[in-house]
């Protein structure tokens, strides 16, 4: 069965710092995965997606992905942090005949 | 192209009620799937309709129903509302099935319930 893991509720880094929140998955077959980002009273938009045409995974606002079978991850990172990425990130799974599969999230707060 | 919107953004129910809410999805798309998002369980898979049909169901129970029309629009009733369906509610839409074909969800805004 499908799941998926975040590690760390919150993360905390200053404007201009690395940013990378990290993700597990578990899964029998290869996965889709995907990562969103929900700012406050909005939904989820979708900041990139891994389908198994390349392992890097490149988003909008300067995100990235890279998928490691051999550590079933797909941690995100961003080399400098901006004010308006504070936000909470998904992390989002999907294998087999199953529905999208969510992490608990990781809300991203970014320090002047 | 518009994206996918939600009626009403926000609703004030009490215990017993019930409560329908509404989903229009990306024109063309013709997969709507529905989540539950609380502070404590996350966000929880509820069901998804995949031209009229109900294709997957999350494990709530049948207190949580939903349909889709002709025109892809979907509707999802919670009936005898208790406190604990408090809760963000968000509605996504794809154009293929969004169960095991990788595709790309679009979400709405979501419609926010208080159960008093």
Known sequence: AQSVTQLGSHVSVSEGALVLLRCNYSSSVPPYLFWYVQYPNQGLQLLLKYTSAATLVKGINGFEAEFKKSETSFHLTKPSAHMSDAAEYFCAGQSGNTPLVFGKGTRLSVIA | ?116
């Open chain 2, 1 to 116: 192209k518009a994206g996918v919107t939600q009626t009403p953004r926000y609703l004030i129910k009490t215990r017993g009620q019930q409560v329908t809410l509404s989903c229009s999805p990306i024109s063309g798309h013709r997969s709507v799937s529905w989540y539950q998002q609380t502070p404590g369980q996350g966000l929880q898979f509820l069901f998804e309709y995949f031209s009229e049909t109900q294709r997957n169901k999350g494990n709530f129970p049948g207190r949580f129903s939903g349909r889709q029309f002709s025109n892809s629009r979907s509707e999802m009733n919670v009936s005898t509302l208790e406190l604990g369906d408090s809760a963000l509610y968000l509605c996504a839409s794809s154009s293929l099935s969004g169960t095991g074909t990788g595709e790309t969800q679009y979400f709405g805004p979501g419609t926010r319930l208080l159960v008093l």
